[in-house]
């Protein structure tokens, strides 16, 4: 049984829960565990696919399609703000969280196992658009409504100090048969992504999430797992008729729950961080569930 089978990942989803329990265990080792994730496996992902890529005008649209996300939560949230009377903070929150998806740490074990090693090219290049719009747009979006300012040249060391987007710009001008040498190593590293992101997401998962907003809560996942999903989908698959392994795994990338990372820069800027937690606590379990869904609904069309 390969170690990326569902049966093995929710049991290392449902270990990791339950090792945050033991005594003596650290309480951050989910972010050691994010850390390494962060610096060796996702890089090495990166190293085997972009240098294969063949740019083209279909290229571009997993790229865009991350923008688009949060392009239309912005517009979306802000009516229900004013039927709901929400604050800023809730607002802001909802288009920061909801507006970017959770393309790597989800993503990537999903799109692996549903569509193999090979095709995660795709994933990557919605990841890296998600990255490049947390480190600008969504910085900047968060200083301006929460506690803090905006720092240019902060925004700029994220960037450059993030080693999968390194990575990415440097991979888009190797040749691929150049790592050949050390693909055995880069095919390891990239292996343990799966099985350490989901026993990290295991140990971050709480059962219970008090002092919410239960229907920006609602609002936001709606959004997120189904509404926007749903607008791409017809737009895609029924309106422009598209077709082919592109379309589909941009599509169940667009479809992933909130981002863990929005959530973390929403709790430094004060963005009502009880909201954008629950969101990525029970975002994440609720989203197997549709994904599974929407994967049915692909093979329709």
Known sequence: MSISSPIILALLFIAGYLLKFVQGVPKDL?????????????????????????????????ILSAWLVFALAIPFFYLWKHIFNWSMNTYACLVLVCGLGNTSFIGFPIIETMYGKENMLYAILVDQSSFVILSTVGVVWASSFGVGKIDLKQILLRLIKFPPFVVFMVALF??????????????????????????????????????????????????KLLLFPT??????????????????ITFIECAMPPMITASIIASKY??????????????????????WLWSLLLNHF
């Open 231 to 248: 607008v791409l989908c017809l737009l895609l698959f029924v309106l422009l008729k598209k077709e082919g392994l592109l379309y589909d």
């Open 30 to 62: 989910y972010q050691k565990i994010n850390t390494f994730i962060i610096f060796l496996p996702l890089p090495a992902i990166t190293l085997l696919n972009i240098p294969n890529l063949t740019f083209s005008t279909e290229v571009a649209f997993p």
């Open 174 to 223: 190797i040749n691929g048969e150049s790592l050949h040498p050390i693909q055995p190593i880069l095919h390891f590293l990239g292996s343990l992504m799966v099985p350490l992101a989901i026993f990290s997401i295991g140990m971050q998962f709480k059962l219970l999430v008090t002092d919410i907003d239960y229907k920006a809560f609602t609002t936001g996942l709606v959004y």
């Open 270 to 291: 004060n963005l009502n961080d009880q909201l954008g937690n629950a969101l990525v606590t029970y975002g994440i379990p609720i989203s197997f569930a549709t994904i």
